[in-house]
């Protein structure tokens, strides 16, 4: 059985089409999704004419939201005790 089966990781593993490796999406990749995502939402935010100091503290709390995801998300297992 899969030991990764089930775990937290499992949706964010990948297998390249080029060598069949299987392997996880690196912290950089991640939070540069993440960065053009809050990008999106500060566009949009800019164009329903919200104030700026919200459009800060929007993306303040984002940007703390997706470095903890993204730490969490990319952490290697700790090996089995």
Request: hydrophobic residues 45%; aromatic residues 10%; glycine residues 12%.
């Amino acid at each position: 059985m899969d030991s990764n089966r089930g775990s937290q990781f499992a949706a964010h593993r990948f297998r390249s089409p080029s060598t069949g490796r299987e392997g996880y999406v690196s912290f950089a990749l991640y939070t540069t999704g993440f960065v053009i995502m809050i990008a999106g939402l500060i566009y949009g935010a800019t164009l329903l004419h919200i104030p700026t100091h919200w459009i800060v503290v929007g993306t303040i709390v984002l940007l703390g939201l997706g470095i903890v995801k993204a730490v969490k998300t990319t952490r290697p297992r700790d090996p089995a005790a």
